[in-house]
């Protein structure tokens, strides 16, 4: 008769702390990617909310541009941080500016699906 069969408990095992060091070091590692993934997601969505600022700032800045009989493509891009100027398409239509930014990520394709684009109208024409 085992001592399990006479209702005895089982013998247990000790285990002393250092034996848990390894297992510790496995499920770091184990997890390491997961947060090298949210981390970079992390980094593109504020990189795209960022950009899409830019390009708001810096359509409204051509904008003003326009009101004031200025160059708007030439305001628009001072308007835009230098790293961004890049990243960035300038284009006047009449009244109206639409500016581009690419938002910069590591990841190239995730970043070109991410573009912001804003406008901005200075109105109408003025009269004579």
Known sequence: MTRQDRGLPHATRRTRVGDQDG????EL???LPLVVVLAVA???LLSARRAAD????????GAMALLQDGDARRAAR???PSGA???ATVRVDGRRVHVT????????PLARSLIATASADAGPEPSP
């Open 85 to 87: 100027r890049r990243r």
């Open 78 to 80: 001072a308007a835009l």
């Open 54 to 61: 830019d390009a708001a700032a810096a359509a409204q800045a």
């Open 42 to 44: 992390a980094f593109t």
């Open 23 to 26: 297992q510790s070091a496995v």
């Open 29 to 31: 590692v184990a997890l």
């Open 101 to 108: 930014v690419r938002p910069s990520a590591p990841f190239e």
